[in-house]
Nanobody
Framework: QVQLVESGGGLVQAGGSLRLSCAAS????????MGWFRQAPGKEREFVAA???????????YYADSVKGRFTISRDNAKNTGYLQMNSLKPEDTAVYYC??????????????????WGQGTQVTVSS
């Protein structure tokens, strides 16, 4: 069993920055690859970024075209925590952001249905 808790969301002006955190329970956090997704009201859940499992503190990363160059995904396995650094935020980034973990070792997964564990989400609102 793995439990995930997101934090760091809030209200920010366009062009500003936020850093989201995803705290995970369990001692096998490092064996899971991790993804960030977002969902705006009335819209489907959208892939944002992913980072592969690794025995150290980081792994290979992959980003959606809409956030590449602005967002950075990372993880600290010693702290059982993942992060999403969001810079140059735009109003269209407004959504509930979710972190998720998937089994299977180091791999990039973009489909929500393939993930094994999900957090409850944290609201990010970007004003113009």
């Amino acid at each position: 069993q793995v439990q995930l808790v997101e934090s760091g969301g809030g209200l920010v002006q366009a062009g500003g920055s936020l850093r989201l955190s995803c705290a995970a329970s369990g001692r096998t956090f490092s064996t899971y690859s991790m993804g960030w997704f977002r969902q705006a009201p009335g819209k489907e859940r959208e892939f944002v970024a992913a980072i592969t499992a690794i025995s150290w503190i980081s792994g290979s990363t992959y980003y959606a075209d809409s956030v590449k160059g602005r967002f950075t995904i990372s993880r600290d396995n010693a702290k059982n925590t993942g992060y999403l650094q969001m810079n140059s935020l735009k109003p269209e980034d407004t959504a509930v952001y979710y972190c998720a973990l998937v089994r299977g070792g180091p791999r990039v997964v973009q489909t929500p249905g393939e993930y094994d564990y999900w957090g409850q989400g944290t609201q990010v609102t970007v004003s113009s």
